[in-house]
C-alpha cells in the first residue's frame, strides 16, 4: 500500500480556506488533517466547530481529526456530526482508553490514538489491536511549523514492530515538521500516513508538493 498524505489546515491561509480546500481537492492528497485544540491540553486555540462545519461543505477527501483537548468523550458523536471519518485522541487524556476507542467505533468512524514525543509506543500494547491509527507527534502538540524530533523514526520503527507482531491492521501517522527533507526515512520506517502542514501550504506550488510527498 502506497502512504497517505493528509494536509493539515492549521497551515492553510484562512483568509482564503475555501481556495486552499479546493486546491487540496484537486491534488494527489488522501485525507483533510484538522487539528482541533482547546488551549487547555495544548497552548493553543484552533478552529471550532462553525469552521468544521464549513470546511465539511467544500472538502472532497476524508476528515481526519485530531482532538488536541481534554474530555474528548463529549464530543465524538458532534465530531462524527461534522464529517470526521478518523476521530484521533490522545493517550494522555484519556482515563479510560478502550472506553473511549470503541465509543468512536460505535459512531461508525476510525478510531487513532495520539502519542506526544515523550510518550513511549509500549503505552498501546494492550489497545494497539482495537484502534486504526496511531499517530506519532513528531513535535510537541500546539503549533505549526516546528521542528522535527529525530528519535519519532525509532518510535515509528517500534510501532511498526508492535503492529507487526500483534497482528493488528492499525496504520502509522506521523504529524509534525514532515516535509521532503525526512518523509522518505518515515515511510521506510514504517509510517503510513504523514501529515503535512507547512510544506505543502508554504510551499511555492503546494500541489506539486504534495506529489513529490506520494513519490518514492
Same mark, same amino acid.
Given at each position: 500500500?502506497?502512504?497517505?498524505?493528509?494536509?493539515?489546515?492549521?497551515?492553510?491561509?484562512?483568509?482564503?480556506?475555501?481556495?486552499?480546500?479546493?486546491?487540496?481537492?484537486?491534488?494527489?492528497?488522501?485525507?483533510?488533517?484538522?487539528?482541533?485544540?482547546?488551549?487547555?491540553?495544548?497552548?493553543?486555540?484552533?478552529?471550532?466547530?462553525?469552521?468544521?462545519?464549513?470546511?465539511?461543505?467544500?472538502? +472532497?477527501?476524508?476528515?481526519? @481529526?485530531?482532538? %488536541?483537548? $481534554?474530555? /474528548?468523550?463529549?464530543?465524538?458523536?458532534? #465530531?462524527?456530526?461534522?464529517?470526521?471519518?478518523?476521530?484521533?485522541?490522545?493517550?494522555?487524556?484519556?482515563?479510560?482508553?478502550?472506553?473511549?476507542?470503541?465509543?468512536?467505533?460505535?459512531?461508525?468512524?476510525?478510531?487513532?490514538?495520539?502519542?506526544?514525543?515523550?510518550?513511549?509506543?509500549?503505552?498501546?500494547?494492550?489497545?494497539? +489491536?482495537?484502534?486504526?491509527? @496511531?499517530?506519532? %507527534?513528531? $513535535?510537541? /502538540?500546539?503549533?505549526?511549523?516546528?521542528? #522535527?524530533?529525530?528519535?519519532?523514526?525509532?518510535?515509528?520503527?517500534?510501532?511498526?514492530?508492535?503492529?507487526?507482531?500483534?497482528?493488528?491492521?492499525?496504520?502509522?501517522?506521523?504529524?509534525?515538521?514532515?516535509?521532503?527533507?525526512?518523509?522518505?526515512?518515515?515511510?521506510?520506517?514504517?509510517?503510513?500516513?504523514?501529515?503535512?502542514?507547512?510544506?505543502?501550504?508554504?510551499?511555492?506550488?503546494?500541489?506539486?508538493?504534495?506529489?513529490?510527498?506520494?513519490?518514492?
Amino acid at each position: 500500500m502506497s502512504h497517505k498524505i493528509a494536509p493539515s489546515l492549521l497551515a492553510a491561509d484562512f483568509g482564503n480556506l475555501q481556495r486552499d480546500i479546493e486546491m487540496v481537492n484537486q491534488s494527489s492528497a488522501d485525507w483533510f488533517h484538522l487539528d482541533i485544540m482547546d488551549g487547555v491540553f495544548v497552548p493553543n486555540i484552533s478552529y471550532g466547530m462553525p469552521v468544521m462545519e464549513a470546511i465539511q461543505k467544500h472538502a +472532497n477527501l476524508p476528515l481526519d @481529526v485530531h482532538l %488536541m483537548i $481534554v474530555e /474528548p468523550d463529549k464530543y465524538i458523536s458532534i #465530531f462524527k456530526n461534522l464529517g470526521a471519518k478518523v476521530l484521533t485522541v490522545h493517550y494522555e487524556v484519556c482515563k479510560h482508553l478502550h472506553r473511549t476507542i470503541y465509543a468512536i467505533k460505535e459512531e461508525g468512524m476510525l478510531a487513532g490514538v495520539a502519542l506526544n514525543p515523550h510518550t513511549p509506543v509500549s503505552v498501546l500494547k494492550d489497545v494497539i +489491536n482495537d484502534i486504526d491509527l @496511531v499517530l506519532i %507527534m513528531s $513535535v510537541n /502538540p500546539g503549533f505549526g511549523g516546528q521542528k #522535527f524530533i529525530s528519535n519519532t523514526i525509532k518510535k515509528v520503527q517500534e510501532a511498526r514492530e508492535m503492529i507487526a507482531n500483534s497482528g493488528s491492521r492499525a496504520l502509522i501517522e506521523v504529524d509534525g515538521g514532515v516535509g521532503l527533507q525526512n518523509y522518505v526515512d518515515l515511510v521506510k520506517s514504517g509510517a503510513d500516513v504523514l501529515v503535512a502542514g507547512s510544506s505543502v501550504f508554504s510551499a511555492p506550488n503546494p500541489i506539486e508538493a504534495i506529489k513529490k510527498l506520494k513519490t518514492l
